[in-house]
C-alpha cells in the first residue's frame, strides 16, 4: 500500500525558509515522480515542483523558482522541498504526491496517490 507522508510545515515569517519532507513507502521510489502542489480554499490546487529521481527532471513553477528548490534522497525515499524567502502568497496547504506515469517536468495535480498535507503559513 502506498503511503505519502508529509511533515516540516509550519508558521514562519516572511523572508524566512522551511524545508517540507515528504516520506514515501509501498512502491519502488525510483520508478515514480513525486511532487509537491498548493491548494488554499477556493483555489484550485497547484503544481509548485516535481522530481523524477530516475532522471533527474523537474519542474518548478513560475511563483517559485529561485527560491524553492526539489531533491530527492532515494536511500530514504524521502523527497524535500526547501523554501526559502518565503512570502505572504506562499502560505497554502501543501501536499506531497506520486506517480508512475509522468517525469519530473509534468506538475499537474493529476497525481494518483496523495499524502494529507502539511500547512504553510507565512506572516507578513
Known amino acids: 500500500e502506498v503511503h505519502l507522508v508529509e511533515s516540516g510545515g509550519g508558521l514562519v515569517q516572511a523572508g524566512g525558509s522551511l524545508r517540507l519532507s515528504c516520506a514515501a513507502s509501498?512502491?519502488?521510489?525510483?520508478?515514480?515522480?513525486i511532487g509537491w502542489f498548493r491548494q488554499v480554499p477556493g483555489k484550485e490546487r497547484e503544481g509548485v515542483s516535481c522530481i523524477s529521481s530516475s532522471d533527474g527532471s523537474t519542474y518548478y513553477a513560475d511563483s517559485v523558482k529561485g527560491r524553492f528548490t526539489i531533491s530527492s534522497d532515494n536511500a530514504k525515499n524521502t523527497v524535500y522541498l526547501q523554501m526559502n524567502s518565503l512570502k505572504p502568497e506562499d502560505s497554502s496547504v501543501y501536499y506531497c504526491a506520486a506517480d508512475r506515469n509522468y517525469r519530473g517536468t509534468y506538475c499537474q495535480p493529476e497525481y494518483y496517490y496523495w499524502g494529507q498535507g502539511t500547512q504553510v503559513t507565512v506572516s507578513s
Open positions: 509501498g512502491f519502488t521510489f525510483d520508478d515514480y515522480a
